[in-house]
């Protein structure tokens, strides 16, 4: 079955540039998708198609996607930007989501 | 604004079943798919399968065929998702959430509902 692979944790001080990898097999042959969950709270889409913002999602998002390696990157990076991060995409009709990336931002 | 408001929390008994409701308001809840995802205490993110409001059709995860099902009643936006044979592997939240994309079926996830949790245990 195919598999998404993030890095478990990723520091970052205020203010700085986060970059969160998610690497999958041709993933850059599929579209990927980025979700925030701050701890007690349902999961919320930040990316999609690769590097689309949803409607009020902050324009220090951002993403991009080829080769293997999907990234999301996160500029002026908050304290409110804590978060778990999953990556996303479809593989044989099946979502597929990451293990997720635990974002401190100290 | 765009909702998914989901049924209250649950304990259930190994070998029972559960079935989770998720209401939708803000949009044309027919138009749209309706994707469930579990989340195990402290893990990630499992894709139970979709569901497609208008037409009835689902797919549902390998992991989850055969004793899963997903359900709609249109004429009160409202989605549900039955879980069968339960075992204590299946504690965790279930979230809805509506599925949007390019009209292929692979759907991108926005808004979510507040999450369900559901318990397994004798």
């Known amino acids: 079955s195919y598999e998404l692979t993030q890095p478990p944790s990723v520091s970052v001080s205020p203010g700085q540039t986060a970059r969160i990898t998610c690497s999958g097999d041709?993933?850059?042959?599929?579209?990927s998708s980025w979700y925030q969950q701050k701890p007690g709270q349902s999961p919320a889409l930040v990316i999609y198609?690769?590097?689309k913002r949803p409607s009020g999602i902050p324009e220090r998002f951002s993403g991009s996607n080829s080769g293997s390696t999907a990234t999301l990157t996160i500029s002026g990076t908050q304290a409110m930007d804590e978060a778990d991060y999953y990556c996303?995409?479809?593989?044989?009709?099946?979502?597929?989501f990451g293990g997720g990336t635990k974002l401190t931002v100290l | 604004q765009m909702q998914l408001v989901q049924s209250g929390a649950e304990v259930k008994k190994p070998g029972a079943s559960v079935k989770v409701s998720c209401k939708a308001s803000g949009y044309t809840f027919s138009s749209f798919d309706i994707n469930w995802v579990r989340q195990a205490t402290g893990q990630g993110l499992e894709w139970v399968g979709w569901?497609?409001?208008?037409?009835?059709?689902?797919?549902?995860a390998k992991n989850f065929q055969g004793r899963v099902s997903m359900t709609r009643n249109t004429s009160i936006s409202t989605a549900y998702m039955e879980l069968r044979n339960l075992r204590s592997e299946d504690t965790g939240v279930y979230y809805c959430?509506?599925?949007f994309g390019l009209g292929n079926g692979e759907d991108w996830f926005d808004p979510w509902g507040q999450g369900t949790l559901v318990t397994v245990s004798s």
């Open positions: 041709r993933l850059g042959d599929k579209y």
């Open positions: 569901m497609n409001p208008h037409s009835g059709s689902a797919d549902y």
């Open positions: 996303q995409a479809w593989d044989s009709s099946t979502a597929v």
């Open positions: 959430a509506r599925g």
């Open positions: 198609e690769d590097d």
